[in-house]
């Protein structure tokens, strides 16, 4: 096994790497490190889960599984970059993508029927969603700015829209029958096995036989009532056209797999209800699955003059909706992972609570999240930016986080233990010895489910925000609801252990409501603060406050302290990535920046040195951070134009950085001696890279594929310089 894993990834990050990882291969050499690659990307997992359909010279191995295995061990060191959180259109997209190729995959069942097309689906149903972490994450999260980078972004702040106290913009949540009021939580004083019936006049169907929890687990179950649901969903589109405003539905259909992609398609028939009164048996029989999003719908229906006619006629008929593409009529309810609530909340309030509308301009939004659990965070922050204006990158202090993920916490709608209800009845969670943990009365349609945190994580989540509440010496808040029922177990966990290591008076236990207020003042003064938090509010501020801060949360640093003693280095987020792929094979033109991959490298060089004793790989991590510094003090960050210096341009420069870091070093006179002559050649090279850099932009590129490009195209278009090839190797 190499000394460091990078892994192999999707879309824009994983375009970047065909051009980064040469360096860093080439520059870890010298210290004896190795770094391989486990391909962790959807095409690749695709390939691995179907090893019957193809050649002996097709198949893949299960890179995922064997990387899940590393983390559980003390060598691991793993740098994770973004990976695509397939929804099905994604999911379908790519296995098309591959049997042009030539994989003989077998389609994915819509509807399967035998027993073979339920295997089949049930194998693509497991590369749903974020089906990766879970596997990966056997740590908790210490996401924070690097100093470096909060530094630049306070030197130089990005651009904020105004916020009106007038301003429309709102959020709308259910006020009751949703997953929040439902909730309910019980703490295993044993190690238990639990099976979930559906209890109904005709009898008993088991929906889970076997669960199994250690001790000490904290279990939750909960359901949203569909009835409910849809109430609310029309009364919102009632209410948006009346106010004059957008209808945006923000949801989590990558994470949570199993239960937003079902709301999702509430919305969509919601959206449509006198189409579907009208044509849904005829939408039916043409395959339609409101789930799918609109875009599926359009397609198959897109021949029907009578469908579309009356689709055209509802759609004048509603309010505007928040659009992804406006330029291409891609609205809101199109895909279900196109609007993601944690990239696009932030985006809407940092630009002063506006969304881009159909005639491609921007007006206040009604913001629906359904569920009650989370949405507070939002309708609070946007309250406070109407009382007290945008927030000031120039002068705000920053919020770090430390998130309770590991070995599955949280994991909240995208288990197996998520259902959509066929016939009314009751949930029943029942543990071995007959006891009834968690009991729900369902109608037909609901949405139940169950999570899960276990002991040990939730232990050493409250021992490192101790850790980094020291290491920082800032205010520090538990976002906690003690009126929330799985808050109020986690709080019985935070109290004592804070309590039993003296440090109860430098923690804040609030829930997020008032966390969130308490936080936004605490930045807008200029101070720091550390959020504490749960797997979801760790997903959804970690994108909130760094786009507020830095414009993006793509250049957090990403810090998971796997438990059994590895590492862990996450490089940001990959919301984007479609549209930069998108570019770069339209103008060849790549402007993703790989700023988090330059922090996370230095995190993971350094740790391999304090793991292995590998000191030259200590030298060779802080002169990362020399680089990255030298990226930003210089403005030699990707741009997003073409014909500018973009993602390739930057990596040439941290290549040069990094090199002269190495040389004027006087720590390892042998590693100084080795990088001498390299970084001469760099600065050398200059113009001749520079120029070979830019003449290769404008014109469309051909990368074989998009989810499963061609290795040997890809390195064409993203190693594009001769020169800077022939230092690098």
């Not at 100093?147 to 709308?172: C, E, I, L, Y």
């Not at 509603?318 to 593409?325: A, C, K, S, T």
């Not at 509010?537 to 830095?550: A, G, H, K």
């Not at 997003?640 to 004027?664: M, Q």
Request: hydrophobic share 40%; proline share 5%; aromatic share 6%.
């Amino acid at each position: 096994m190499s000394d460091i894993i990078y892994t192999k990834v999707d879309e824009a990050p994983e375009l970047a790497s065909a051009s980064f990882l040469p360096v860093i291969q080439k520059f870890a050499a010298a210290a004896g490190v190795s770094v391989g690659t486990k391909d962790i990307s959807l095409a690749g997992r695709i390939l691995a889960a179907f090893p019957a359909h193809l050649t002996e010279q097709q198949r893949q191995t299960d890179d995922l599984a064997e990387l899940g295995q590393l983390v559980k061990t003390p060598d691991a060191n793993v740098i994770k970059l973004p990976n695509i959180s397939a929804s099905v259109p994604q999911l379908v997209a790519a296995v098309k993508e591959l049997q042009s190729q030539g994989y003989a995959l077998p389609d994915y069942p819509d509807a399967p029927k035998t027993d073979a097309e339920k295997e089949v689906r049930a194998k693509y149903d497991g590369l749903k969603g974020s089906a990766v972490n879970p596997v990966l994450r056997e740590g908790n999260s210490d996401r924070r700015a690097a100093k470096a980078v909060k530094s630049f972004a306070q030197k130089n702040p990005h651009r904020m829209g105004d916020w009106s106290a007038d301003s429309k913009t709102k959020v709308s949540a259910m006020s009751g029958g949703d997953f929040f009021s439902n909730e309910t939580s019980v703490t295993l004083k044993d190690a238990a096995t639990a099976k979930i019936v559906l209890v109904t006049d005709a009898g008993e169907t088991v929906l889970k036989d076997a669960v199994s929890y250690p001790a000490g687990t904290v279990v939750d179950a909960t359901f949203m009532s569909a009835a409910a649901l849809q109430s609310f969903l029309a009364e919102q589109i009632e209410a948006t056209k009346a106010e004059g405003t957008l209808f945006s539905l923000h949801m989590k259909a990558t994470m949570m797999k199993v239960s937003d992609p079902i709301i999702f398609g509430h919305a969509v028939k919601a959206f449509l209800a006198p189409v579907f009164d009208k044509h849904g048996d005829t939408m039916a029989a043409r395959g339609v699955n409101p789930n799918s999003g609109l875009g599926d719908l359009l397609a198959r229906v897109k021949d029907d003059a009578a469908i579309m006619s009356d689709i055209e006629a509802c759609m004048a008929a509603r309010p505007p909706m928040y659009m992804v593409d406006s330029d291409k009529g891609i609205t809101n309810l199109h895909v279900s992972s196109d609007v993601i609530i944690d990239a696009s909340m932030p985006a809407l309030i940092r630009a002063g609570g506006k969304g881009w509308g159909p005639d491609n301009k921007e007006h206040d939004a009604n913001c629906v999240i359904p569920d009650n659990s989370y949405a507070p965070i939002y309708d609070e922050s946007i309250k406070f930016f109407k009382e007290n204006g945008k927030l000031n990158p120039a002068t705000a202090g920053t919020v770090q986080n430390v998130g309770l993920m590991a070995q599955k916490a949280e994991e909240y709608g995208s288990h197996p233990t998520t259902f959509e209800i066929e016939e009314a009845g009751a949930v029943r969670m029942i543990l071995e010895d007959g006891t009834i943990l968690h009991e729900h009365k369902v109608e037909a349609g609901d949405i139940w489910r169950s999570a899960s945190a276990r002991m040990a994580p939730i232990q050493d989540w409250v021992n490192l925000a101790i850790d980094r509440q020291k290491a920082e010496g800032c205010s520090a808040i538990f976002w906690l609801d003690a009126e929330r029922a799985h808050d109020a177990e986690l709080i019985a966990y935070v109290k004592p252990i804070l309590e039993a290591k003296g440090v109860a008076d430098k923690f804040e236990i609030m829930a997020p409501r008032e966390a969130t207020r308490a936080s936004l003042e605490i930045i807008t003064a200029g101070q720091n603060t550390i959020a504490i938090t749960g797997n979801v509010l760790r997903d959804y501020l970690t994108d909130l406050f760094p786009i507020l801060e830095l414009a993006t949360s793509a250049k957090m640093l990403s810090i998971v302290k796997l438990m059994n003693g590895g590492g862990l280095f996450e490089t940001g987020a990959g919301g984007s990535a479609p549209k930069h792929v998108q570019q770069l094979q339209e103008e060849n033109h790549l402007r993703w920046d790989s700023l988090g991959e330059f922090c996370a490298l230095g995190e993971s060089l350094q740790f391999l040195a304090d793991a292995k004793g590998n000191e030259k790989a200590r030298v060779l991590g802080q002169a990362v951070d020399s680089a990255t510094q030298g990226i930003l003090d210089h403005g030699h960050s990707p741009s997003r134009k073409v014909g500018e210096p973009d993602n390739r341009n930057s990596h040439y420069w941290f290549a040069r950085y990094w090199a002269e870091a190495l040389a004027a070093q006087n720590s390892d006179a042998e590693l100084a001696a080795h990088f001498a002559p390299i970084a001469t050649a760099l600065a050398d090279g200059e113009d001749a890279i520079l120029s070979e850099l830019a003449e290769v932009q404008g014109p469309a590129v051909d990368l074989g594929g998009y989810f499963h490009t061609d290795a040997t195209k890809t390195s064409a278009v993203m190693r594009p310089s001769k020169t800077l090839n022939a230092i690098i190797g």
